[in-house]
């Protein structure tokens, strides 16, 4: 769903721009609060991982392809602020170094794909897990709809964005039914995806998922008659996995999609592109100002075997996503130290 230049008209874009910096500014704040020193290296790698598997095109209907947008991915992982920034940071690595998505685009961009899966997602995790029985079960099947829902709710705001300032005079009842219609579809492959990656860190290392904090119910112990709270445990039980052997398990995953299992992936035009193709929504469309990029379209310039070149740029794409997430949460987390401390609490 990354809409290149020249879908939006420059007012639009302008707006949708404004917009999306407002909810960066929003989520640099409320990112302070949701990391720590536990959870920090384990958002930058969210963002690594999400770019990985943004490679990994699947077919869902004749001629067409998706592939995971992660908002819901990432707000149950590390919570809602720090996926908005997540996704933004992919976002910019493929705009800026792979001419995905248009740059003049980029608000719109943010706003539909990083904001808007997000929010949507996020808020109908939470109330399915209001409903559902307080078990780790429950966080992984209240992911997959989240992730399900948030999709085709993308896709909706595209058509409202497009309905306010899209470039081409096209039916917006005929975009709505489509983009609607395919990202349905679409929405099912994020659902898995989601509810795979969220149901195995889970497994291993529930307290590091934000969408399961506070999860598990204090054991009831009935007391002359009456149901008191037991006590709590003295220790924490051990986690399965440290979190460095997560981070690298989870670091060497994203290298061997990127680099290897994206060469299998679907070629079939996405979702948008095929409709924008079919409804000549892209009559307009510009060419990207970082074209002439050495990792344009993800792949290596002047390596001439396809193999290498997108293993090489997928690879790149991973390394440089996760140190430029990493050092965004890094930052972040200091910041939030530095205003924890005695000299700024006034303590």
């Avoid at 929003?26 to 598997?53: K, M, N």
């Avoid at 943010?110 to 808020?123: P, S």
Wanted: aromatic fraction near 6%; charge should be positive.
């Amino acid at each position: 769903m990354h809409v290149p230049d020249g879908f939006i008209d420059a007012p639009t874009s302008a707006v949708a721009g404004v917009v999306a910096a407002g909810a960066l500014a929003v989520s640099l704040r409320g990112a302070r609060r949701e990391l720590d020193e536990r959870t920090a290296p384990l958002a930058g790698l969210v963002a690594a991982f999400i770019f990985a598997v943004q490679m990994l095109n699947f077919p869902v209907a004749a001629g067409t392809s998706g592939h995971l947008l992660g908002g819901a991915l990432a707000a149950i992982l590390v919570g809602p602020y720090t996926a908005v920034l997540c996704v933004s940071v992919v976002l910019l690595m493929q705009g800026v170094l792979f001419a995905d998505g248009g740059l003049t685009a980029l608000g719109v961009n943010i706003t539909d794909m990083a904001i808007t899966t997000t929010v949507v997602a996020y808020a109908v995790f939470r109330g399915l897990l209001a409903v559902l029985p307080r078990k780790r079960r429950s966080v992984t099947v209240a992911s997959f709809v989240a992730a399900l829902v948030s999709v085709p709710a993308a896709a909706v705001v595209f058509t409202l964005i497009y309905a306010i300032g899209g470039t081409t005079d096209v039916s917006i009842g005929k975009v709505a039914t489509a983009m609607v219609g395919v990202h349905v579809l679409i929405g099912i492959g994020e659902a898995v995806i989601t509810a795979l990656t969220v149901g195995a860190v889970i497994a291993v290392r529930p307290d590091l998922v934000h969408g399961a904090r506070g999860l598990r119910q204090r054991l009831r112990l009935r007391v002359n008659g009456d149901l008191v709270d037991a006590p709590a445990p003295a220790a924490p039980v051990a986690a399965r996995t440290s979190r460095r052997t997560l981070w690298v398990t989870g670091l060497v995953t994203s290298l061997v999609l990127a680099g290897f299992v994206s060469f299998y992936a679907s070629a079939s035009p996405d979702g948008l592109e095929k409709v924008a193709h079919d409804k000549g929504i892209d009559k307009r469309a510009e060419k990207h100002a970082a074209s002439d990029s050495p990792l344009a379209d993800y792949g290596v310039k002047d390596v001439s075997d396809a193999r290498l070149s997108g293993g090489l740029a997928g690879v790149i794409g991973v390394g440089v996503t996760v140190v430029a997430g990493s050092a965004v949460f890094w930052v972040l987390r200091r910041r939030r130290s530095d205003d924890a401390s005695p000299v700024n609490t006034g303590v």
